[in-house]
Each structure stands twice: as structure tokens, then as C-alpha cells.
């Protein structure tokens, strides 16, 4: 298999099945909009593309609808009631799958690797390979199989590479991406002011890169078991450790383009009270008197908090706190509950918890803990909590519609499909409603019969 981290392999982009707005909000116009993506661009330009590519695809269209399936929010009227209720097809991912490769995905990738391998600057070519991990890890979680190994060759009808595939891709271009950040040449200047977030630091993208590792490694855990929680523990080790170089979107108050997604999406020009908090995590947060209740929602307006739905919120997306819970969780899976223990209550007093009491009888209070503390910091924290529900189904959700299930991934667009004769009809194929990595539970890892997969 050709390696698509290496520039050698880089060719011209594919024909990709680019498709143009559909007049439906649902189409990615924030996802493939990049007003500051110049068009003539420096290897530190295009890493500051990408970026803001990025945190569209965590923060947006994305992380709103699959965020409704894991009933931390709610459609409240048209269509994200019908999201809600599962209706989803090929038009509601107009514009994800895009987002992947034009418009400040892999295209933009490759030419920044390029730019940077020429001036022999190992940070800027580390910092695109560990966004390139982070893009295309994501789009396995969303999509499963992707054209990542043929993407870049102008082929008409790439292939898709499997979901397992494309991870274990992933974990090799992070990994690459670490060794180019451990390099102290004089001509290792990174991006510098147009990497908004660390500035470049080397250290700083390196703990993200191990963060990322493990979060991936989590992802394939339904299937690989022990192997992917061995994995994720050993570098959760390395990861992010500090809140203060959580890995954040970077908003300002204006111009609109430019505000948080969450703000556009409620804001004067958005679409406010289509989308509120769903019930169940209301109440969760409310009788376990959790102190994150307030922070994260205005019960009252029935949306975010005020903090978090002004334009210039800095969202968080990658954090410490992921971090230690996985490191918990992963602890737990491979035999070290007294770690798992310690790693939940560090997350925990970052959320200005004290130690939890029922965890500390171990066993399946322990698990049970660790879940539900995941469940609560997913907030906003992208395609999370989705994530972690369809592999441990939990919470254990009742299904929004009687005898309907959870969707565990979204649809190619169809400008892809009727352009590459890989992609089968939606609902069919690899094109179905799950992928080969989140096969159906029978049981929840919280105890009783899997409700909703």
C-alpha cells in the first residue's frame, strides 16, 4: 500500500466528488468556506488553513448531529428533529466528506509537506502530519472506509482503503509527526503565529500527537480489545497533561466567519432554537449536582452557556482531561484498577470534583464511573461522546424512536458516490449504517441489554 504520509506519494488530487452547496443548511457551508486560505500560500499559511478546516469538522455540522444521536442535545424544530429521530441520508453529510481532502484538507496537506520538506523545516512538516492524523482519524470515526492511500494520484475511481486501514495510517503519520517534532536543525522554525493554537511549540504538538494516538486507539478497541486499550494506555502516558495547552479553536468576536460554530449556528444569522439540550443530560448533570451544569448550559435559554455560545468562545476539542480518562479507562481494561482510580479522580478535580466514592468499591462501579465521567466531558469535545457510545454503548440510551437505532456512521455524500463507482448506494455496502470497527452490542458496559445499537 502506497504510504499517504509521505510526500513521495503525493501526486494530483483525485477527482473526489466535490460537491457544491445544496441550498440545505446541513451542507457543510462552514465546513468548505476558508475566507483566510490564501490562494498562493506558505507551508505555515496552509498548516493555519487546515487548522481552521479542522475545528469546522469537530466543532460544526458534524459534531451537532452526532452529538443529537448521543442525546447530549435535541432537534427541536424541522430538520434536526427529524436528525434527531435518525432521519438521516446522503444529503445530510453534504460537504464532510469534502472537507476531507479540498478546501483545507489533504490536498492543502500535501502541499504544505511539500513546501516544508523543500526548506528542510521538520516542525512545520511534524505539525501538518499530525493534523493530517487528526483530519482523517476523524473521518474514519464519521465515515469508516476512506480513499486516503489513492486519494492524492488522479485516479478517477479510488479505492477506499478499510476503516482498520486508514487507522492504522493514522498512527503511523502521528508517530512520523513525533519524530519531526523531536528535530532541533536550525531551519526547524514552524509555522509560528499562524499555528493559532501552540504557536508552534514543538512540545506542546507533541503531547497533542500522543492524546490523538490514544483517542484512535480507543476508537478500535470495540474490535481489538486489549491490544487497542494496551496501546491507548501507553501513549495516553505521553499526552496531554496540562489544561492549559488543551487544544483549542481560536474565535473571534467577528467578523461571522470567524466566530465560534456554535454562535453561528444560534447567533442573529443562525438558526437558533432548532437545536436545544436533550433532557436525559440535563438530569444527569442534575442529580449527580455536577458543578459543570452552569458552565455547560443555559437551562433557561435551552442551549449552551452563555460562556460558550459568545462568538470569541476558544472551544475545546482535544484535553487533558481526555486524556487522563482514557488513561483511566485503558488502566481499567488491562488490569490496573488502583491506576484507573488515581486517573479518574485527577479528571475529576479538573472539573472541580472531589474524589468519586462509588468508583472507589472498584469492579463494575469503577467502569461504570470512568464511562459516565467520559460521557460528561465529551461535551462539546467534537464527535466524542458519539464515539464513545457506539463502543461501549453507554450510556445505555433509549432510542429516540421506538424500534429505529442509533445511526454509528453518516452517509457519503452523493456528489461522491455518483462520482467514484466505489461508493455503493447509501444503506448498502460499506455504505450501510455501521462500520466493520462498531459492530452491534448486545449488552451495555454499563450493565443490561444494549438498547439502541
Given at each position: 500500500m502506497i504510504k499517504p504520509w509521505k510526500i513521495a506519494s503525493v501526486a494530483a488530487l483525485a477527482v473526489l466528488g466535490v460537491a457544491g452547496c445544496t441550498g440545505d443548511f446541513l451542507s457543510g457551508g462552514?465546513?468548505?468556506?476558508?475566507?483566510?486560505?490564501?490562494?498562493?500560500?506558505?507551508?505555515?499559511?496552509?498548516?493555519?488553513?487546515?487548522?481552521?478546516?479542522l475545528w469546522s469538522l469537530w466543532g460544526s455540522d458534524p459534531a451537532r448531529v452526532t452529538g443529537m444521536w448521543a442525546q447530549q442535545f435535541k432537534g427541536l424544530i424541522s430538520q434536526y428533529v427529524s436528525l434527531y429521530q435518525y432521519a438521516h441520508d446522503e444529503t445530510t453529510t453534504n460537504g464532510f466528506h469534502t472537507g476531507l481532502y479540498a478546501g483545507g484538507g489533504l490536498v492543502d496537506l500535501a502541499k504544505a509537506d511539500s513546501l516544508a520538506i523543500k526548506g528542510n523545516d521538520k516542525h512545520t512538516l511534524g505539525i501538518s502530519q499530525i493534523m493530517e492524523?487528526?483530519?482523517?482519524?476523524?473521518?474514519?470515526?464519521?465515515?469508516?472506509?476512506?480513499?486516503?492511500?489513492?486519494a492524492l494520484q488522479g485516479k478517477t475511481n479510488p479505492t477506499l482503503d478499510k476503516q482498520q486501514a486508514v487507522y492504522d495510517s493514522v498512527q503511523k503519520v502521528l508517530s512520523a509527526g513525533i519524530a519531526n517534532m523531536a528535530s532541533s536543525?536550525?531551519?526547524?522554525v514552524g509555522p509560528g503565529s499562524y499555528d493559532q493554537v501552540y504557536g508552534g511549540n514543538p512540545a506542546s504538538w507533541t503531547k497533542l500527537a500522543y492524546t490523538l494516538k490514544a483517542r484512535f486507539y480507543m476508537h478500535t478497541a470495540k474490535v481489538?480489545?486489549?491490544?487497542?486499550?494496551?496501546?491507548?494506555?501507553?501513549?495516553?502516558?505521553?499526552?496531554?497533561?496540562?489544561?492549559?495547552?488543551?487544544?483549542?479553536?481560536?474565535?473571534q468576536a467577528s467578523p461571522l466567519a470567524e466566530t465560534n460554530f456554535y454562535y453561528q449556528f444560534n447567533g442573529p444569522a443562525g438558526r437558533g432554537?432548532?437545536?436545544?439540550?436533550?433532557?436525559?443530560?440535563?438530569?444527569?448533570?442534575?442529580?449527580?449536582?455536577?458543578?459543570?451544569l452552569s458552565d455547560y448550559i443555559d437551562t433557561t435559554a435551552d442551549y449552551v452557556s452563555a460562556t460558550r455560545n459568545a462568538p470569541d468562545y476558544q472551544q475545546t476539542y482535544v484535553s487533558a482531561a481526555e486524556n487522563l480518562l482514557i488513561w483511566s479507562e485503558a488502566a481499567y481494561r488491562t488490569?490496573?484498577?488502583?491506576?484507573?482510580?488515581?486517573?479518574?479522580?485527577?479528571?475529576?478535580?479538573?472539573?472541580?470534583?472531589?474524589?468519586?466514592?462509588?468508583?472507589?468499591?472498584?469492579?463494575?462501579?469503577l467502569l461504570t464511573e470512568i464511562l459516565t465521567e467520559e460521557y460528561i466531558n465529551d461535551f462539546q469535545l467534537g464527535e466524542e461522546a458519539w464515539n464513545l457510545y457506539k463502543r461501549t454503548c453507554f450510556p445505555n440510551l433509549t432510542p429516540t424512536v421506538s424500534n429505529l437505532k442509533m445511526p454509528r456512521r453518516l452517509y457519503y455524500d452523493s456528489g461522491e458516490r455518483q462520482t467514484n463507482t466505489n461508493i455503493p448506494d447509501a444503506g448498502t455496502?460499506?455504505?450501510?449504517?455501521?462500520?466493520?470497527?462498531?459492530?452491534s452490542a448486545t449488552t451495555s458496559d454499563g450493565g443490561g441489554a444494549c438498547l439502541d445499537q
Open positions: 462552514q465546513l468548505t468556506t476558508d475566507p483566510n486560505r490564501p490562494t498562493s500560500a506558505t507551508a505555515a499559511q496552509l498548516v493555519g488553513g487546515v487548522q481552521s478546516n492524523g487528526a483530519l482523517m482519524g476523524t473521518g474514519a470515526d464519521i465515515f469508516g472506509d476512506l480513499v486516503y492511500s489513492q536543525n536550525p531551519t526547524d481489538d480489545g486489549l491490544a487497542a486499550y494496551t496501546s491507548a494506555l501507553a501513549n495516553a502516558k505521553l499526552g496531554l497533561n496540562d489544561p492549559s495547552i488543551d487544544y483549542k479553536g481560536v474565535f432554537g432548532y437545536m436545544g439540550i436533550d433532557p436525559q443530560f440535563i438530569n444527569l448533570l442534575v442529580t449527580r449536582n455536577d458543578p459543570r488490569g490496573d484498577p488502583a491506576t484507573a482510580l488515581t486517573k479518574l479522580n485527577a479528571a475529576r478535580a479538573l472539573a472541580g470534583l472531589g474524589p468519586d466514592v462509588a468508583a472507589a468499591a472498584g469492579g463494575q462501579a455496502g460499506v455504505n450501510g449504517s455501521f462500520n466493520q470497527l462498531d459492530p
